[in-house]
């Protein structure tokens, strides 16, 4: 079964930075692609930034320059950092693994950001 779960999310001002892990299960996680998504109220849900199980990275067009996404395949774990962080970042982000073409999410964990 997989297994994500999220930490790190919380309130931070504009300008601040906050970094978001999310640990999954041992024998899922070095053959899935990792990613973050986020969603804000009334909006849909959104790719933040997506890594590979080769290293290889995407992210969406608002966050370049300002997030990283980055594994760690030995402690299972997928981290998001964000820096230089806008009250328009405010969402629910939630971690996503594509294990062979199945989608998981993890609970999500609330990132306010105020001005």
């Known amino acids: 079964q997989v297994h994500l779960v999220e930490s790190g999310g919380g309130l931070v001002q504009s300008g601040g930075s906050l970094r978001l892990s999310c640990a999954g299960s041992?024998?899922?996680?070095?053959?899935?692609?990792m990613g973050w998504y986020r969603q804000a109220p009334g909006k849909q849900r959104d790719l933040v930034a997506l890594v590979r199980t080769d290293g290889s990275t995407n992210y969406a067009d608002y966050v370049i320059g300002r997030f990283t996404i980055s594994r760690d395949n030995a402690k299972n774990t997928v981290y998001l950092q964000m820096d230089s962080l806008k009250p328009g970042d405010t969402a629910v982000y939630y971690c996503y693994a594509d294990v062979l073409g199945g989608d998981y999410w993890g609970q999500g964990t609330q990132v306010t950001v105020s001005d």
């Open positions: 041992r024998d899922f996680f070095s053959i899935s692609n």
